[in-house]
């Protein structure tokens, strides 16, 4: 073995090490951890590998997002996304890492990887968002190839729907499974991410609160982080991931503050017609769930064990 790998080795092993006994002294801190939106124990599993390799919180969101955006039969992420209403499949996608760094890409065409645009506009640009024709730009001066994204599923069920060509968003209705990951690294620190195409048939321009930060994603290392799914329009109104963030701060437990941004929606809007999502994780290693309508679930990893939970929900 290398030196220097054996050195990286050992020392993620170390921090590994500490992080146990740092569990075990206070049973209610609980690091690495993955969590996720709906069902999604694929994309946790790679999160939690990656975390085995690099301890980092930022690698892992990213590693998992990037397993839907790249399976044709996930009909809201990426690759097999469903398209707009004018046959092009268009994607979002944010990430955020510990240290308050976010990047985005908006309207971004023919790239199955958008979260990882999103961490190069992060990384390599002074910027936060890029959308569109920018954003591909981008992308490809990044050594991103363009590919067809729409399949031949996702473009049957467009024919199909264009023969009505009603539009009528309903989330958890049809199947939806735009993925919010967020992950506590090896050293405690947060880090989240969100990637989807959209809402099935949407408008062609239509962007949603997946790439942005404050409503889809956002994390606070002294905090923690919220991640939401849904009907993003109502998350855009209300910037449900930093308000999260913002009652945590504040005392909340990640299922009060989740709970009480569900409660903001519906105290103002026709709640009854659409879906919400939340997901909340705080620095110890608490975390919470709440949604408008049943079936919403979240998938949680911890100790390398992975599992599925129904969240609590508003309409009963
Ligand atoms: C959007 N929030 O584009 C996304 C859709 C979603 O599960 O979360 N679907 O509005």
Redesign the pocket.
Known sequence: MQRRTFIKQTSILTALASTQTLASNNPSTQFPMVISTWKNEKANEAAWASLQKTGRALDAVEAGARIPEADPNDT?VGYGGFPDRDGNVTL?ACIMDEKGNAGSVTFLQHIMHPISVARAVMEKTPHVMLSGEGALQFALSQGFKKENLLTDVAKKAWEEWKKTSKYEPK?NIER???IGLLALGTKGEISGACT?S??AFKMHGRV???PVIGA?VFCDDEVGGAC??????F?LKTLGSFLIVELMRNGKTPQQACEEAIMRIVKRYNYKEFQIGYLALNKKGEYGAYSIQSGFSYTITENGVTKVIESKYYMK
Do not use: C, M
């Open positions: 809201s979002d989330i939806h499974d735009t989807t959209g809402l949603g609160d997946s889809a939401a799914t849904g009907l993003g329009e998350v």
